[in-house]
């Protein structure tokens, strides 16, 4: 079973720019979908974003539209969160899940969808 591991967490200040990878050990099938998450402490795990292998359509929550984007590395296995002009809100545990996606978009609504997660990584923004 694939698994998926993240990294690039770090502490920055607002305005900084932050790159997280979420590298998969096998190659993902092309019905699925790689999303991000983040969870802050206290609060409900919510979706960042969502990449669908199929036709690399992709989906952004209305709170990071316009300041990140995701991206695939197809030799490296790899998916990329670019989050730029990074505010203290977007704080969190980010974490990248796969499993199947049949819809047009992919979904990040709803973290069950998904199967396979990865352990995390911290971002903290702070001044």
């Known amino acids: 079973q694939v698994q998926l591991v993240e990294s690039g967490g770090d502490l920055v200040r607002p305005g900084d720019s932050l790159r997280l990878a979420c590298a998969a050990t096998?190659?993902?099938?092309?019905?699925?979908?790689i999303a991000w998450f983040r969870q802050a402490p206290g609060k409900e795990r919510e979706g960042v974003s969502c990449?669908?292998?199929?036709?690399?359509?992709?989906n952004y929550a209305d709170s990071v539209k316009g300041r990140f984007a995701i991206s695939r590395d197809v030799d490296r296995n790899t998916v990329y969160l670019d989050m730029l002009s990074l505010k203290p809100e977007d704080t969190a545990t980010y974490y990248c899940?796969?499993?199947?996606?049949?819809?047009?978009?992919?979904?990040?609504?709803?973290?069950?969808?998904?199967?396979?997660w990865g352990q995390g990584t911290q971002v903290t923004v702070s001044s």
């Open positions: 899940a796969t499993g199947p996606s049949f819809a047009m978009t992919c979904s990040i609504k709803w973290p069950h969808e998904y199967g396979t």
């Open positions: 096998e190659i993902i099938p092309n019905h699925y979908a």
């Open positions: 990449f669908t292998m199929y036709d690399n359509s992709k």
